[in-house]
């Protein structure tokens, strides 16, 4: 698990047919300090959560894969919840 903060959204308009009615999120992982590391990621999100928002990410593909519903889908990382702050 990583925390991250939502700095955008992505969009695409030719994507891998499992993505269809996804959201797509630019999020930017944290270290412990909560100051960015790293290259921001593409997560998937069903819970809502927007620019600014701090959220917790998964790195797990197969839990992503299950998330979406197939097993071919490219995704890697995926939104599992929102600190509340």
């Given at each position: 698990m990583q925390l991250g903060t939502v700095i955008g959204?992505?969009?695409?308009?030719?994507k891998h047919p499992s993505l269809?009615?996804?959201?797509?999120?630019?999020?930017q992982?944290?270290?412990n300090r909560r100051e960015p590391e790293a290259d921001p990621v593409?997560?998937?999100d069903k819970l809502g959560s927007?620019?600014?928002?701090?959220?917790?990410?998964n790195?797990?593909?197969?839990?992503?894969?299950e998330l979406i519903g197939d097993d071919k889908s490219p995704v890697r990382w995926f939104v599992i919840g929102i600190?509340?702050?």
């Open positions: 959204h992505a969009t695409a308009t030719v269809v009615g996804w959201r797509m999120l630019l999020v992982p944290l270290n593409v997560a998937v927007g620019p600014g928002s701090v959220v917790i990410l790195s797990d593909s197969k839990g992503a894969r600190v509340d702050e």
